[in-house]
């Protein structure tokens, strides 16, 4: 039973290393290992650590379906370095597996980015393809695989759509998807390494997605709130309230158009 066990530790090793070295050849190939978070509950999540156990602390956390997640060294037994949007850190391997890969076309972000070498993020060309497809299907379908249920989605979704309107075709010049200004647009060249002037359609969503999750974000709590929301109304209501920070005077056009995106995309009533 041992020497099982040492052979399959020996065997992701050596798989990771290999699929490593050939991503290191072919820095443009589908063959880079890409990551998503699986087997964790619906509200719970995965936790990274800052070394290659459970007594470490904890630095950050993926929620339930979180991907582009990229392994970048050696796991250590059960345990695997990764990095995720701008935090680096162990977690427990049993709990990834590999992210079904949909394009080979691969960004080139500035060096040093965090994202220098995360596979999962599009190119200029697919971001762009997919906000002028279905700007909102994409958006709702985005939040949904980083763990939010699809009437919290809805809620975000529904107040890009009153920031930016029903397309999502705000320019980041205006302040992109969720009209952001000030320290949060300077905050984004800190997150990803590059200016907000150059964020992809994906990237102003994972920014949100960072800054209702990221432990060092100033609205984590944010997100933390919106975890507790049961339907499309409060979701759409608490994101106004805690994230959004408008007058209110669009909360009831904010509802709406979370109900209409949870009955459109959701697969089931609107709530």
């Known amino acids: 039973m041992l020497k099982s066990f040492i052979g399959a530790i020996c065997l992701c090793t050596a798989t990771v290393s290999a699929a490593q070295a050939q991503a290191e050849r072919e820095p443009n190939s589908v063959a880079q290992l890409v990551f998503m978070v699986v087997k964790v509950e619906r509200h ?22 979180s991907r582009g997640i990229a392994i970048i060294g050696d796991c250590q037994s059960a345990w695997c370095p990764v990095r995720h949007l701008s935090t680096s850190g162990w977690v427990n391997r049993k709990y990834l597996a590999n992210e079904p890969r949909l394009s080979a076309i691969q960004p080139s972000p500035s060096p040093g980015s965090p994202l220098a070498s995360d596979p999962s993020r599009p190119s200029r060309h697919e971001a762009g393809v997919e906000a002028t497809k279905n700007a909102p299907e994409v ?23 009153a920031e930016c309107g029903h397309a999502l075709n705000c320019s980041t010049g ?9 320290e949060r647009v300077t905050r984004f060249r800190h997150v990803f390494g590059y200016p907000f002037a150059k964020a992809t359609f994906k990237d102003q969503l994972s920014y949100i997605q960072w800054e209702l999750t990221h432990p060092k974000s100033a609205w984590k ?28 005077a669009t909360r009831a056009a904010r509802i709406a158009n979370a109900r209409a995106i949870l009955k459109k995309y959701g697969g089931r009533s609107a709530s």
């Open 44 to 65: 719970d999540v995965l936790n990274i650590r800052s070394g290659p156990s459970a007594e470490f602390g904890v630095i950050g956390e993926l929620p339930p379906g």
């Open 139 to 161: 958006a709702f379908v985005f939040f949904v695989s980083q763990g939010w249920a699809d009437h919290q989605a809805a809620g975000i979704v529904g107040n890009l759509q």
């Open 174 to 182: 205006s302040g992109g998807l969720a009209q952001w200004q000030g």
């Open 221 to 248: 709590d944010t997100g933390r709130i919106l975890k507790g929301a049961k339907d499309a109304a409060s979701a759409a209501s608490l994101f106004d309230v805690h994230y959004e920070k408008s007058s209110g």
